[in-house]
Nanobody, 124 residues
Framework: QVQLVESGGGLVQAGGSLRLSCAAS????????MGWFRQAPGKEREFVAG????????YYLNSVKGRFTISRDNAKNTVYLQMNSLTPEDTAVYYC?????????????????WGQGTQVTVSS
């Protein structure tokens, strides 16, 4: 099973940008669909973005469309989340997740492996 480690979180002012990375160890990273989720205090974990195994298709939460971009580099076993035009509502712990699937699920229970999370805080 793949192991995941996120990095790149931090504190940023509203309107700023951050790039999250999720490095995977283990075998056959390219057989996993990948997702980014986030969880704010007192809220449920929500799907933010997902990408198919070969990177050919991407999916986004409506509120981040046009601002966030998910990508992957299978040669580096890494998935990225570029976040632009950040708002305080984007403040949360961000998690990457993997599932051995052709499709990209939007429900957290469908994923097999999770990273430890990275905090993103956007100040107003």
């Amino acid at each position: 099973q793949v192991q995941l480690v996120e990095s790149g979180g931090g504190l940023v002012q509203a309107g700023g940008s951050l790039r999250l990375s999720c490095a995977a160890s283990g075998r056959a990273f390219s057989t996993y669909a990948m997702g980014w989720f986030r969880q704010a205090p007192g809220k449920e974990r929500e799907f933010v973005a997902g990408i198919t195994r070969n990177g050919g298709s991407t999916y986004y939460l409506n509120s981040v469309k046009g601002r966030f971009t998910i990508s992957r580099d299978n040669a580096k076993n890494t998935v990225y989340l570029q976040m632009n035009s950040l708002t305080p509502e984007d403040t949360a712990v961000y998690y990457c997740a993997a599932v051995r699937s052709y499709y990209v699920p939007s429900t957290s229970s469908a994923y097999d492996a999770w990273g430890q999370g990275t905090q993103v805080t956007v100040s107003s």
